[in-house]
């Protein structure tokens, strides 16, 4: 089966770092994917890793670990834009579908 | 190129109804997918097509659901006898794959979703 697992709600203050954690149990690997999600609009690709390591991207870091079934997203420079949801998935099967969590919603304060 | 885009952005139907989504992917893309998105939750695999074949479907997918892609291009999505439990955001997206099989994901672009509400 597959289960993944990511909190639900985070808060986090304007300028600063926060960390997104992700843990996937599936059956089939093809890559570790993030998105964001405003509300009411289209998930958009942030990031995606299917090597172990870290993945940078301006603001934004994703990290893998194959062996943990463990990811995690950082951002930087926190933004009051960046108030979303994010969202976890993980790429397997031959039609290389995603399977997401539940999405963590992020709330930047002033 | 603008993008995957999904055509009513909204619909609200009676129960017992059917309704038609249609998705247009990025035009270079030879695989696209149909997901469902309930609040609070993350999309939910539906069905896959590469080119024109529909190749996976989910066991979500009832016998009430039907996709299909007729030219390899633009695909539709209907659902006959809607029921309240039908009522979700439905999202297409679409990716491109190199060799068919074994090349490794590129990321899936995401429509804008058609957001049913059955009543």
């Known amino acids: 089966g597959q289960n993944i697992d990511q909190p639900t709600e985070m808060t986090a203050t304007e300028g600063a770092i926060v960390q997104i954690n992700c843990t996937y149990q599936t059956s089939g690997f093809n890559g570790l994917f993030w998105y964001q999600q405003h509300a009411g609009e289209a998930p958009t690709f942030l990031s995606y890793?299917?090597?172990?390591g870290l993945e940078e991207k301006g603001r934004f870091s994703s990290f893998l670990s194959r062996s943990k079934g463990y990811s995690y997203l950082l951002l930087k420079e926190l933004q009051m834009k960046d108030s979303a949801s994010y969202l976890c998935?993980?790429?397997?099967?031959?039609?290389?579908?995603?399977?997401f969590g539940s999405g963590t919603q992020l709330t930047v304060l002033p | 190129d603008t993008g995957v885009s999904q055509d009513p952005r909204h619909k609200i139907t009676k129960r017992g109804q059917n309704v038609t989504f249609r998705c247009d992917p990025i035009s270079e893309h030879n695989r696209l997918y149909w997901y469902r998105q309930t609040l609070g939750q993350g999309p939910e695999f539906l069905t896959y097509?590469?080119?024109?074949?529909?190749?996976?479907k989910s066991r979500l997918l009832s016998d009430r659901f039907s996709a299909e892609r007729p030219k390899g291009s633009f695909s539709t999505l209907e659902i006959q006898r809607t029921e309240q439990g039908d009522s979700a955001m439905y999202l297409c997206?679409?990716?491109?794959?190199?060799?068919?099989?074994?090349?490794?994901?590129?990321?899936?672009?995401f429509g804008q979703g058609t957001r049913l509400t059955v009543v």
């Open positions: 097509f590469q080119n024109e074949a529909q190749l996976e």
């Open positions: 997206a679409s990716s491109w794959l190199m060799d068919g099989g074994a090349g490794m994901n590129t990321e899936a672009f």
């Open positions: 890793n299917v090597l172990d």
């Open positions: 998935a993980v790429g397997s099967g031959s039609a290389r579908q995603l399977t």
